[in-house]
């Protein structure tokens, strides 16, 4: 049986395979397995959402189950993933639940979780809430049941928060931000107008249905439009947790999630604040990206796809930037998971301190052209471990040398395999990529 718990949580169609029963169950072995792991005294336990509406009817199975289990319950209300992340660790609660499915479409729902301090559960916690699920126990009575309350200032001790953490007055500055109507849509523009900048906010009108829908972070395009037709400095765009950001500079071009870290990067090196010299990021990185911190002197350690990787390899070596190019930036001084609202203030500090335009801040890094393309097999396990892949991926990575590079890993989540080429021009990425994937598909 495939694991319940993902890279980032519990994910799936609300109501469909993510049901109240599933999320009460795992509510109630989550405050089990926390309550045995420490007896000291009676867990509390944080519950966020984003603003989909199957997040009602979720939020409330969780708080049933996590109080029927025990555990006292302080219900957030709608706030960004890691607004619910910082608060678990501002309170000392033992649990952080966020009820959301990021970027995904509104029908989808999931359940993420973080433990003391807010940091990730480790995966043999996850293990143990798992192997929990509709298990047998003492169900607490009278006095013992959880209570369960409202945090009414929960959105202003985020707020505060971002704005300590935020380096340099953004007075000056004119930001379009999309929210993907999603959970960055009050404090978002709340955040960035107390930070100094004046805010155009986009897609900030959450009804429930509308999260995500051709908006922020995975659509970049209105935003884009926007900024032009404002006469913006930047765009910022969030996805429907708020653990992302993407940027558009003036002239409506993209500022991925690399060159996001590149900027931070450099700018944490002057200010004496990038521990080791180091950089972490994932293997799907832009070769750009190596390139560029190669040039500053800059070390780029990296992991496999997802920021949990990030997040265990920043905490494994005390580095202090690291992050994903799909735009989840994580700074560990600062939060302990990705936080889009937080990335946004720092970087929208560089370019107000330095008075430096984002586009010619984002050139620090040159993205070279990168060609993805998705080979369905019967076993993308035995085909990516075949002598003739291997074989093939070895070519062509001596043919390419320097000047590009080559990726073909197995999905995670379905039979494919994924052929990720780069290169100085696109017709060669995409001319190697057709050929390595011809060489999977054979072998399938």
Known sequence: MARLFGTDGVRGLANGELTPELAMSIAVSAARVLAAHDRSHRPVAIVGRDPRASGEMLEAAVVAGLASAG??????????????????????ADLGVMISASHNAMPDNG??????????????????????????????????????????????????????????????LRVVVDCANGAASLVAPEAYRKAG???????????????????????????????????????????????????????????????????LALAMVEAG???????????????GLHLAMRDHDITLR???VGDRYVLEELRAG?????????????????????DGLLTALRLMSRVAATGTPLAELAGVMRRL?????????????????SPAVRDAVEAVSTEL????????????????????????????????????AGVVASVA
């Open 71 to 92: 555990a006292d319950v302080v219900r957030v209300g709608v706030l960004p993933t890691p607004a619910v992340a910082h608060l678990v660790g501002d309170l000392s």
């Open 111 to 172: 359940i993420k979780l973080f433990g003391a301090g807010g940091h990730k559960l480790a995966d043999g916690i996850e293990d143990e809430i798992e192997a929990g699920l509709n298990a047998p126990g003492n169900r607490p009575t009278g006095a013992q049941i959880g209570r369960v309350s409202d945090l009414d200032d929960a959105l202003d001790r985020y707020t505060t928060h971002l704005i300590e953490a935020t380096p340099h007055t953004l007075a000056g």
């Open 197 to 263: 900048a004046e805010v155009i906010a986009l897609h900030a009108e959450p009804d429930g249905i509308n999260i995500n829908d051709n908006c922020g972070s995975t659509h970049p395009e209105q935003l884009a439009a926007a900024v032009i037709q404002h006469g913006a400095d930047l765009g910022i765009a969030h996805d429907g947790d708020a653990d992302r950001c993407l940027a558009v500079d003036a002239g409506g071009a993209l500022v991925d999630g690399d060159q996001i870290m590149a900027i």
């Open 273 to 287: 604040e990038l521990a080791e010299k180091t950089l972490v990021a994932t293997v799907m990185s832009n070769l």
């Open 302 to 304: 990296t992991t496999a």
């Open 318 to 338: 005390g580095y202090t930037l690291g992050g994903e190019q799909s735009g989840h930036v994580v700074l560990p001084a600062h939060a302990t998971t990705g």
């Open 369 to 385: 052209p990168q060609v993805l393309v998705n080979v369905r097999v019967a076993d993308k396990a035995a085909v990516a471990a």
């Open 401 to 436: 040398g320097d000047e590009g590079r080559v990726l073909l890993r197995p999905s995670g989540t379905e039979q494919l395999v994924r052929v990720m080429v780069e290169a100085q021009a696109e017709d060669i990425a995409q001319a190697v990529a057709d050929r390595l």
